[in-house]
């Protein structure tokens, strides 16, 4: 069966600091892979994703993931946060039976 | 296009009662989906449908059944609600998976009593 860990559950940063949020899966074949994010009192956004070829992926808002087929991971970056992304950010997968499976989520609260 | 659209927002229940959420799409997606999202859980997939007719279980099906009979609608059925059931719910729909993005309703928040 598929899963989705997302291992840090609230995480809080200052401005301009760096960002990682870990994304691990479980799936013995082929995976597509995505981040989402839901601004408060918003639904979910797509910031990007993973279907195949590079590994490194570049999103909206300067956010990029790295796909580790060995690690089963996809972790998202972002160089620098800013306050506006203060946001719940979910980590999901999607394998061949069709579910698009999302990990339990991870809060950022960025301090001005 | 509106996009993806649910109604009600907001709903009050008694355990045991029964409604229906209703989920419509006017962008042809073939795909079609509800979620639950309850805090420090995500989003759990209840059903899906990869096409009319076509409907199937995700993670936490028990309690709500699906229909779909056309392409745009995707009602959501609480038989018999429980408090478990308060949560906030999510439809979700995508043309294909090439294109792999899934676009969310605004939700609906449901309080059973």
């Known amino acids: 069966a598929q899963s989705v860990s997302q291992h840090n559950h609230h995480v809080i940063l200052s401005e301009a600091a760096s960002l990682e949020l870990g994304c691990n899966y479980s799936y013995g074949g082929t995976v597509n892979l995505f981040w989402y994010v839901q601004y408060p009192g918003q639904h979910l956004q797509l910031l990007l994703k993973?279907?195949?070829?590079?590994?490194l992926v570049k999103g909206i808002k300067g956010f990029e993931a790295e796909f580790i087929k060995s690690k089963f991971s996809f972790n998202l970056r972002k160089p620098s946060v800013q306050w506006s992304d203060t946001a719940e950010y979910f980590c999901a997968v999607k394998g061949n039976t069709g579910k698009l499976i999302f990990g339990q989520g991870t809060t950022l609260q960025v301090k001005p | 296009n509106a996009g993806v659209t649910q109604t009600p927002k907001f709903q009050v229940l008694k355990t045991g009662q029964s409604m229906t959420l209703q989920c419509a799409q006017d962008m042809n997606h073939e795909y079609m989906s509800w979620y639950r999202q309850d805090p420090g859980m995500g989003l759990r997939l209840i059903h899906y449908s990869v096409g009319a007719g076509i409907t199937d279980q995700g993670e936490v099906p028990n309690g709500y059944n699906v229909s779909r009979s056309t392409t745009e609608d995707f009602p959501l059925r609480l038989l018999s609600a429980a408090p478990s059931q308060t949560s906030v719910y999510f439809c979700a729909s995508l043309r294909n998976w090439n294109t792999g993005e899934l676009f969310f309703g605004e939700g609906s928040r449901l309080t059973v009593l």
């Open positions: 993973y279907f195949s070829g590079d590994p």
